[in-house]
């Protein structure tokens, strides 16, 4: 967008100042890692703004809602994984009590699940 400059004399200057609206909404484009505690489902909404912003990675600890009310808990992390998938994102739990949100340009490293030695065993026939 440019705007006409007025000299002191009101005449109309041919120079221009050009203002860039595309990085003035940008307020800080650095990746935030920011720990959320889910106490109660009202609590997901600081984190579904968080990762709307686009710039938040989401580490949520869920230990305080599971012991308190496991539906209210799937009923939250359903609508996380829901806005997650909406941003292209990756959810994925850390152990019982953690779980992580990134943004489209992160990426969660998810390792293929081992089986364990017997039940390996049991499949190949070397279990007796």
């Not at 650095?30 to 989401?58: C, H, M, W």
């Not at 990756?90 to 017997?118: C, D, L, M, Y």
Request: charged fraction near 30%.
């Amino acid at each position: 967008m440019a705007f006409g400059l007025r000299n002191l004399f009101g005449k109309e200057e041919e120079e221009y100042l050009e203002i860039d609206l595309e990085s003035a909404k940008v307020k800080d484009p650095k990746i935030k890692v920011k720990p959320f505690v889910l106490r109660q489902f009202d609590d997901i909404n600081e984190i579904l703004n968080s990762l709307r912003e686009g710039y938040t990675i989401a580490v949520i600890d869920i230990k305080h809602l599971r012991t308190k009310d496991v539906i209210e808990l799937k009923r939250a992390i359903a609508k996380i994984k829901k806005t997650v998938d909406a941003l292209e994102g990756s959810i994925a739990g850390f152990g019982e009590n953690t779980i992580i949100a990134t943004p489209q340009f992160a990426e969660i490293h998810k390792a293929p699940v081992q089986e364990t030695k017997q039940k390996s065993d049991f499949i190949h026939g070397s279990l007796q």
